[in-house]
């Protein structure tokens, strides 16, 4: 086992997250985690500030009763919170530059804890996959960025002869010991190790976020599908619009970094999916429960209330929330947390 996380801050504090396990709670979205070298990949060096995302927070909360869903007193007092962040934005700190990461090295080091409990977007996200799953035929199932083999396992469970495919290796150990009997390779969603038309079932889920252009890397999975096969797609959802929350990581020499995330309309999906003869046999967007937040700043998924922020330390967004509990419960409020697709692929 490597050595433990970064300790000293409440981003990286050994109480919450470490390679041995969790203490409190895992963060249902974005988990800070440390890596072992970076690579150097494309892509913009983005600036994160704390304070930019609690104002951005009242500021969704303040549409949102611009448009009547609140009323006066609620507006007064996220007015009020703004001036109380804004004189109070030294106490935040600076901010961090982070630059891209590839997701070979953000989500190696999650590998040890991404099936730990409290991760409440694959808790949404898993019961509809599963009901999509268990109303089809059984055949050859490709899980296409499979992570820890999750889904690879309930796929194996229902018969399926099940192959995994997954960029990160730590992330293929495990889901090599959870399902021993599926054949597991390390390659990207552009590039599958398989013949055309040799799989019945693919399976990609919470993946697709950190694709830059769907068309590719969907009709990669297009390719191995056979006619009347079946494509069940997942991903994360971003807070509002197309404004998705990069994925942070610290590197070994106190570096940060992120890894890409790409928020998407549905249309989007449908704009890559329906030219290579994909037919939609269901849609759902299930939403993240609300309030998010207790009055005291306790998560009520999980009843957890994760430590205070720490000036110098990537914007730690649940942490965040308890200093705005208010303004974060009306901007999460009704957002949805993931988007499933059932696709078929046409028998021409």
Same mark, same amino acid.
């Given at each position: ?7 000293? !801050? ?16 895992? @963060? ?27 104002? +951005? ?18 507006? =007064? ?28 090295? /953000? ?29 089809? @035929? ?16 309930? %796929? ?7 192959? /995994?495919?997954?960029?990160?290796? +730590? ?66 959802? +971003? =807070?509002? +619009? ?9 590197? @070994? ?13 549905? !249309? ?7 030219? %290579? ?34 000036? /110098? ?9 308890? =200093? ?25």
């Amino acid at each position: 086992m490597g050595s433990p996380v970064l300790t000293g !801050s409440a981003l990286t504090n050994p109480t919450l997250v470490s390679e041995q396990g969790v203490g409190h709670r895992r @963060p249902p979205f974005f988990f800070p985690g440390v890596i072992d070298e970076y690579s150097r990949i494309d892509g913009p060096v983005i600036y994160q500030h704390p304070l930019a995302y609690l104002l +951005g927070l009242d500021g969704i909360a303040l549409l949102r009763a611009f448009s009547g869903v609140y009323d006066r007193d609620f507006t =007064l007092a996220r007015l009020r919170e703004i001036q109380t962040l804004l004189d109070s934005a030294e106490d935040l700190g600076d901010g961090v530059e982070a630059r891209p990461i590839t997701t070979r090295e /953000g989500y190696d080091r999650w590998a040890p804890l991404y099936d730990e409990p409290g991760n409440q977007l694959l808790d949404i996200e898993q019961p509809i996959v599963r009901e999509i799953l268990d109303g089809l @035929p059984v055949g050859v199932a490709l899980d296409a960025a499979c992570g820890t083999g999750r889904h690879t396992a309930y %796929l194996a469970s229902l018969g399926h002869k099940v192959i /995994g495919v997954d960029t990160s290796p +730590g992330m293929l150990v495990r889901a090599r010991d959870k399902v021993p009997e599926a054949e597991f390779y390390e390659a990207d969603l552009h590039d599958v190790p398989l013949p055309d038309d040799s799989v019945d079932l693919v399976v990609c889920a919470i993946a697709l976020s950190h694709v830059e252009d769907l068309g590719p890397a969907l009709a990669e999975l297009v390719r191995v599908l056979r006619p009347d096969g079946h494509l069940v797609l997942s991903d994360s959802r +971003g =807070l509002i +619009g197309d404004i998705g929350l990069p994925l942070v990581r610290v590197g @070994p020499g106190g570096e940060f970094g992120y890894m890409p995330t790409y928020a998407r309309l549905a !249309s989007d999906y449908l704009a890559a999916a329906l030219p %290579l003869g994909l037919q939609v046999r269901r849609c759902e967007e299930p939403r993240t429960p609300s309030p998010l937040l207790g009055d005291d700043g306790v998560t009520l998924y999980d009843g957890a209330r994760l430590p205070d922020p720490v000036p /110098g330390d990537p914007p730690y967004i649940w942490s965040l929330h308890a =200093l705005a509990v208010e303004a974060t419960n009306a901007a999460w409020r009704g957002k949805p947390a993931a988007i499933v697709w059932h696709f078929q692929l046409s028998a021409a």
